[in-house]
């Protein structure tokens, strides 16, 4: 019934080229993905800080009394804004370079070999009918 040597499609070998391209595509582009994904996620939280000194800013700037004390409030904005873009830049600039590196030497790896399937024998439907007596 079921031989090992023979697939059991006669497209078996053309689509498993195809599984290997695509898993060795995937193995190429995901550092790249992975990268732009960080560059992203690290954009949105320095927007999310960025934000956040800005409510603090108008914060302070609404219980400000004296114009020292709104001196006072966007000293202290523009230095968290100009902190949070000098981490985040750092941040920023590694992910680039990492989405732009070569990917290191990559192998296909073989798929693993299928082990045989399962046969169901149905048997001959007039021989089991024989011994059956209806009442």
């Not at 497209?11 to 080229?17: D, E, K, L, P, R």
């Not at 732009?36 to 219980?63: C, I, N, P, Y």
């Not at 523009?78 to 941040?91: H, I, N, P, Y």
Request: glycine fraction near 2%; include cysteine.
């Amino acid at each position: 019934m079921f031989q090992e040597d023979h697939p059991v499609s006669p497209n078996h070998s053309y689509f498993q080229t195809i599984f290997e391209g695509a898993d060795l595509l995937a193995s190429f582009w995901q550092p790249m993905f992975k990268s732009v994904g960080r560059f992203h996620l690290e954009v949105a939280g320095l927007s999310v800080k960025q934000t956040q000194a800005a409510l603090q800013l108008s914060r302070d700037l609404a219980k400000s009394l004296s114009p020292a004390d709104v001196l006072a409030a966007n000293t202290r904005y523009w230095e968290a804004v100009t902190a949070q873009c000098a981490v985040s830049g750092q941040r920023l600039s590694a992910s680039i370079t990492r989405a732009v590196e070569l990917p290191p030497a990559f192998e296909v790896v073989k798929l693993p070999v299928k082990q045989p399937r399962d046969v169901i024998v149905i048997p001959d439907h007039a021989a089991s009918y024989a011994d059956r007596k209806v009442a």
